[in-house]
């Protein structure tokens, strides 16, 4: 509520009265700029100046930051010019912050005299707005009424009016620090939750093409740039790996000498670079390349070495990077090195693993060869031989006999070699899908060691082909086992996906093995290729009990 009625007040009880209601009507308002005002309209009132105003101190106390003022019209406010910034009269309060009454204003020693179209002021009172010895700021009343001199009922009262003014500010700046802080502390709680999320993520995955992805998008998110870009060691360069946000296609063959001077400092000496817009530019001028003006450097530090470098490029809302920008990409950066440290290391392990399992699958074949096919071959070469060199009237009996049992054998070598053929390559995956090859190897598999075999696949997603190659090489491998090993009656395979995993179970009633005397050469295979998938494998056996093998692979097309 503003006080704007020019009603006279009287002196003692009437002007003790109104400054009373004038504090209740102050501590009943919320908005400062309205509680200021209408102290500013009070002083006016109570004390019968013509003019009165109140100038706010900014917050290190040098100068005034507002000036709120009644008594001046617009066309006379523009014909002044800038409002005061405490100096003269005005400033002395500040620097000397004691009530100041005096009869001439323009004959105080620190009066510098008013400006051109500022109206005629003698008669001046001002105090200062302080509470508990700091002051926020001054009021200032100046031409009492008829001509008179401001007294010290005027002063009472212009301070009273004053304190409750501080109390405003003080309260209204309390409030303002109080948001901010509130505004800063959220802000860190959503970043510290980020981050949590980035290293649960991140942490749980070991394709480095994913953990690269996760990354950029992450830390992006984090630090709310333009764009991020991951950057790894190749030999003395350093090649872009991942990228995320507005980044053109052109920087995807960007490399960058590990002696670069910033990138230098990251690589080997292993400090943040903080660039801003009065930063030297880099020596692959790496900002000006993609349009930016500030960047953050950080290395991506695994296991005592640096792997490669986390870039941050220009704010998404514009402005420069701060410290806490920088301490919270150094954090997260400690969390994705381990993270793409780690993918490679898998990837390493995986490409040995491949490899390993190449060879055991060379020597398995040509094992398989050489104990099936080519003595059968030796077999049949061995009784064409006998009969061609054996002299006598039947000799022709003994070649007809021994062409019909070399068709029978060549006949079988055909069906073997075909079989071999099929487990190098599964045309039938190619051809049918893998559902429809899962059937067929099982009834080729049951023929093979003449046992029943009962088959549930039910695929609920899509796999990838290397996924379906890796099921159909494991089922393959478990029915191997079964035919070569069981002597069953009875074979289950049950095949499926859920919840994000590849299930796979083969089991049999056949005689089983004792688990304590360490699996065969299949069962070894077959656990080093679910291993090389990222996934595992159980088996349950016991001697005349039967063998279960269980699969999980993770389903990385969910």
Known sequence: ??????????????????????????????????????????????????????????????????????????????????????????????????????????????????????????????????????????????????????????????????????????????????????????????????????????????????????????????????????????????????????????????????????????????????????TPPSEARLRERLGAEAALVVPLLFRGRAVGTLVALDREAGGDFDDEDLRLLQAFAATAAIAVGTAQSVEAGRLQQ?????????????????????????????????????????RADRLERAAESTVEGLEEQITELSRLINDLRPASLERLGLPAALEALAEESSNRGDFEVVTEIVFEADLTSDEERGVYRLVQEALNNVVKHAAAGQVSVRVGTAEGLIEIEVGDDGSGFDLSAGPGRGLLGMRERVEMLGGSIDLLSAPGDGTTVRASLPLRSS
């Open 354 to 394: 491949q490899v390993e399992v190449s060879e055991d699958e060379r020597r398995r074949w040509a094992q398989e060869l050489h104990d099936g096919v080519l003595q059968s071959l030796a077999a049949v070469r061995i009784t064409l031989a006998a009969a061609l060199q054996a002299p006598g009237e039947d």
């Open 1 to 278: 509520m503003s006080i704007t009625d020019k009603e006279a007040v009287g002196p003692g009880d009437d002007r003790f009265r109104r400054l009373v209601e004038v504090g209740s009507t102050l501590l009943s308002e919320l908005d400062l700029e309205s509680v200021l005002r209408s102290v500013v309209e009070a002083a006016r009132e109570v004390t019968g100046a013509e003019y009165a105003a109140l100038g706010v101190l900014d917050e290190e106390g040098l100068e005034l930051e507002r000036f709120i003022y009644l008594g001046i019209d617009d066309e006379t406010r523009r014909e002044i010019g800038p409002l005061p910034r405490g100096r003269g009269v005005l400033g002395e309060l500040i620097r000397h912050p004691q009530p100041l009454r005096v009869p001439d204003v323009e004959s105080h020693p620190h009066a510098y005299g008013f400006p051109p179209g500022h109206p005629p002021m003698h008669s001046f009172l001002g105090v200062p707005v302080t509470i508990r010895g700091e002051v926020y700021g001054n009021l200032y009343m100046t031409e009492k009424a008829d001509g008179a001199e401001f007294d010290a009922d005027d002063e009472d009262s212009a301070r009273t009016l004053a304190t409750w003014a501080a109390i405003a500010i003080e309260n209204a700046r309390l409030y303002t620090n109080l948001s901010r802080r509130e505004a800063e502390v959220a802000r860190a709680l959503r970043r510290a939750e980020t981050s949590a999320d980035i290293a649960r993520t991140v942490g749980g995955e070991t394709d480095v093409d994913r953990v690269l992805d996760l990354v950029v998008k992450r830390a992006r998110a984090l630090v709310e740039a333009r764009s991020v870009l991951v950057l790894l060691r190749r030999k003395d360069r350093l090649a872009v790996a991942a990228q995320a946000g507005r980044v053109g296609p052109e920087v995807e063959k960007l490399t960058i000498p590990t002696d670069d001077a910033v990138f230098q400092a990251a690589m080997q000496e292993r400090v943040s670079q903080h660039l801003d817009q009065g």
